[in-house]
């Protein structure tokens, strides 16, 4: 069922070597190909547009669910709807991820649209990531859209990772805070030859005491061009801050668009945000350890990444 | 053993060539300590950099043990044995200083951090998994630097003011630090310093000013010579001292 190239989709996407534990389910060429519930997780399948719902009982500790897509065949289009429902106070790790391989010349895309519901006093860890291969011409396309609402004391992690091999992606993040509710986003994302990526991130703060942060870290190479919309906006006495890095190199372009808007007096709003190539100072440093240019450069971007 | 003979360095600025350094000749021997003082602006800095090979040189010859490494860039010179200390060195996000301090010792080396911390005066316990980004202090960094320095097998280990930043208590322990390494290996250890207790470390004093090397001398003279600079003055004007400073900066 799953062959070599499937399972190093995988991996890539999901850290799996195999069949993983606990909740799964895994979908290929746009059709789900594996599942499995536990106790408390259950997985349905929608009945009225292609996806799943994922339902979290409360109370719910120490659980995961891996929900990996896979393509590996030329001209497909998949679209896909998720729906998360996490249980009061549970605690759960959620790894999502796509992986394309695009064998052919024509264009493979996976759009894929995530809703979260994180009830009160629930903590989710969710890890994104995408990644792209195969000798074809074909485009890679990876368009997510991720929609979270959090309730009171609820807490999120997101870390959306693209490192490799996604032709054009516009990723939109939308995320409501509610009452004491905290966010945390880690974003990473590199890009080179001509793709493209758009980033669009915005947090509305609702709750009285919520906390949103945002760290977007990028790299763009070669004639690939990046645009970032980092978007805060407090309703209530809250605290956000968005740090928006991204080292330029070759003839890239990156655009970082910062948005923060205080809606409430007692609303706290940072923005950072830089562009700019690799320090010279950086690269120097780590050759007059022994390694050549070419080294210094991998070592300063892989941790500017990790 | 380190030989610098008639070495220029000049850099074009503004269609003029200003000269950094000139006529730079210098033998620095195995197992030895030298201090490199002087006035600021003087091309302390820029020496230290051209024989780590950041800064090219326009004339002159640079041998390590009689191999000619004037054409050598940074990493060759590395690879040689040639080690710098940054007087301000750069922070990396995302990088560890475990992860540091295995790059400094490269692959084949084996190293104990913990011993390269203490030695520097760090604890390893609280830094050895911290990055070394923006929340690293002046005194800190210093200190990484110093003992990534330390974990490579040096022939010339070249510190650019190490005690910068440094706090008094940890002082001792960084001069004891450069004794040992005296003592323990072959290095030639040149260090960049205005601080007293490091001049007492070298066995000869290089004094450098307006780029040129203005006298070569025993930590025992130049040590006489702050003495009367305590008591006299540079301003040789008929201020309260009235000074005649017998150290002559070339002003």
Not at chain 1, 24 to 41: L, P
Request: glycine share 8%.
């Amino acid at each position: 069922m799953l062959d070599s190239i499937d399972k190093n989709l995988l991996e890539q996407v999901a850290d799996l070597h195999k069949i993983p534990q606990g909740a799964y389910n895994i979908r290929k060429n746009g059709e789900g190909v594996a599942r499995n519930t536990t106790k408390n997780i259950d997985i349905v399948t929608k009945k009225d547009k292609p996806g799943i719902d994922v339902i979290v009982k409360p109370g719910t500790k120490n659980e995961s669910v891996h929900i990996p897509v896979i393509l590996s065949e030329e001209g497909l289009d998949d679209m896909v709807y998720n729906t998360f429902e996490i249980g009061e106070n549970a605690d759960v790790i959620i790894i999502a991820g796509c992986g394309i391989h695009n064998p052919g010349k024509k264009k493979s895309q996976h759009d894929g649209v995530h809703e979260f519901f994180v009830r009160k006093g629930a903590h989710i860890k969710y890890i994104e990531k995408h990644y792209g291969e195969g000798n074809g011409t074909g485009e890679r396309v990876l368009n997510p859209k991720t929609i979270i609402e959090v309730e009171e004391n609820g807490v999120v992690e997101l870390e959306m990772v693209q490192i490799k091999g996604v032709d054009r992606t516009i990723r939109d993040t939308d995320v409501r805070l509610h009452k004491n509710a905290r966010l945390i986003v880690s974003e990473r994302l590199l890009t080179y030859l001509d793709q493209t990526a758009e980033s669009n991130i915005t947090v509305e703060l609702v709750g009285e005491n919520s906390t949103a942060q945002v760290i977007s870290r990028s790299v763009a190479q070669n004639d690939s061009k990046q645009v970032f919309h980092l978007n805060l906006r407090g309703y209530a006495p809250c605290r956000g801050h968005i740090q928006c890095d991204s080292i330029i190199m070759h003839n890239a372009q990156v655009s970082s668009i910062p948005e923060i808007s205080a809606l409430h007096s007692d609303a706290q709003l940072i923005h950072e945000a830089a562009i700019g190539k690799i320090a010279s100072e950086q690269l120097i440093k780590l050759m007059s350890l022994g390694l050549t240019e070419k080294e210094a450069e991998d070592t300063v971007l892989k941790g500017f990444l990790k | 053993m380190l030989e610098i003979a008639n070495l220029n360095v000049t850099s074009a600025e503004d269609n003029d060539q200003v000269q950094i350094l000139g006529n730079i000749n210098l033998t620095l021997e195995d197992k030895k300590i030298y201090v490199i003082t002087g006035p600021n602006g003087g091309g302390k800095s820029s020496l230290a950099k051209t024989i780590m090979g950041i800064y090219k040189s326009t004339s002159g010859k640079i041998k390590l043990d009689g191999q000619d490494i004037t054409e050598l860039d940074i990493t060759e010179r590395a690879r040689l044995g040639i080690g710098y200390a940054f007087q301000q060195p750069p922070r990396f996000k995302g990088l560890k200083v475990k992860e540091m301090l295995k790059l400094a010792a490269g692959p084949n080396k084996k190293i104990n951090p913990h011993d390269l911390l203490y030695d520097v005066g760090l604890c390893a316990q609280d830094y050895l998994n911290r990055e070394i980004n923006s929340s690293f202090s002046g005194g800190e960094l210093k200190r990484i630097e110093i003992a990534s320095i330390l974990a490579r097998d040096l022939k010339v280990a070249v510190f650019d003011e190490p005690e910068a930043g440094i706090d008094l208590w940890s002082f001792q322990r960084l001069s004891e630090t450069f004794q040992k390494m005296h003592e323990e290996h072959d290095t030639t250890i040149v260090i960049i310093s205005h601080q007293e207790r490091i001049l007492r470390l070298a066995d000869q004093v290089i004094l450098i000013a307006n780029g040129e090397i203005n006298e070569i001398m025993s930590k025992e003279k130049i040590l006489s010579d702050i003495e009367s600079l305590d008591d006299s003055c540079l301003c040789k004007e008929d201020c309260n001292k009235g000074g005649r400073a017998s150290v002559g900066f070339n002003r």
